[in-house]
T-cell receptor, first 116, second 115 residues
Framework: GAVVSQHPSWVICKSGTSVKIECRSLDFQATTMFWYRQFPKQSLMLMATSNEGSKATYEQGVEKDKFLINHASLTLSTLTVTSAHPEDSSFYIC????????????FGEGSWLTVV | AQKITQTQPGMFVQEKEAVTLDCTYDTSDQSYGLFWYKQPSSGEMIFLIYQGSYDEQNATEGRYSLNFQKARKSANLVISASQLGDSAMYFCAMREGPGTYKYIFGTGTRLKVLA
């Protein structure tokens, strides 16, 4: 079964509004989660590393004020796309590792965001 | 800088036959991990197989095996006895060094299994 749950799976929002995507680790504590973005027919691009209790670490070129990440608990990280624009439409997917030195990360189901 | 290269944008294979998906990597780290993930059209990422840089044996998981050639920096995925349900995107990924679980992904290979 799924070890990482992501919600919502699909979301449509109006341009200029904000939308929040949740990523939950099920039955385990994830001190670190990751947020990826995937454009159609392209690979996953790491956006940021979400650390529980501290600020997220953003990859180069990712606007931290645009993509707000909050990791308030050991089982929940949220990505908020603020003032969304149509070019923010994409597939967003989170991941978490089962343990600090885990070899494998598990992904959420992903969230399809469409900004109209 | 670390890099993952998948040179096959798309592959076809006949059902029940084996197929090899290519992956080469570039890293200066001595310790690293290599992974393959399957992404069906639904978008979820499904972990398939893992190979550690110090593992002497090639990893195997059911019908999946990883042909790890360290000197050539290649980590090809072999799928034996292909099934129609294997049709999906396949991503090769690398974990950058010890003490981190930051991953980089290749551009993927779209596999189509033909009946």
């Amino acid at each position: 079964g799924a070890v990482v749950s992501q919600h919502p799976s699909w979301v449509i929002c109006k341009s200029g509004t904000s939308v929040k995507i949740e990523c939950r680790s099920l039955d385990f504590q994830a001190t670190t989660m990751f947020w990826y973005r995937q454009f159609p027919k392209q690979s996953l691009m790491l956006m940021a590393t979400s650390n529980e209790g501290s600020k997220a670490t953003y990859e180069q070129g990712v606007e931290k004020d645009k993509f707000l990440i909050n990791h308030a608990s050991l089982t929940l990280s949220t990505l908020t796309v603020t003032s969304a624009h149509p070019e923010d439409s994409s597939f967003y997917i989170c991941s978490a590792s089962l343990k600090p030195s885990g070899n494998t990360i598990y992904f959420g189901e992903g969230s399809w965001l469409t900004v109209v | 800088a670390q890099k993952i290269t998948q040179t096959q944008p798309g592959m076809f294979v006949q059902e029940k036959e084996a197929v090899t998906l290519d992956c080469t990597y570039d890293t200066s780290d001595q310790s690293y991990g290599l992974f393959w993930y399957k992404q069906p059209s639904s978008g979820e990422m499904i972990f398939l197989i893992y190979q550690g840089s110090y593992d002497e044996q090639n990893a195997t998981e059911g019908r999946y095996s990883l042909n790890f050639q360290k000197a050539r920096k290649s980590a090809n995925l072999v799928i034996s006895a292909s099934q129609l349900g294997d049709s999906a995107m396949y991503f090769c990924a690398m974990r950058e060094g010890p003490g981190t679980y930051k991953y980089i992904f290749g551009t993927g290979t779209r596999l189509k299994v033909l009946a």
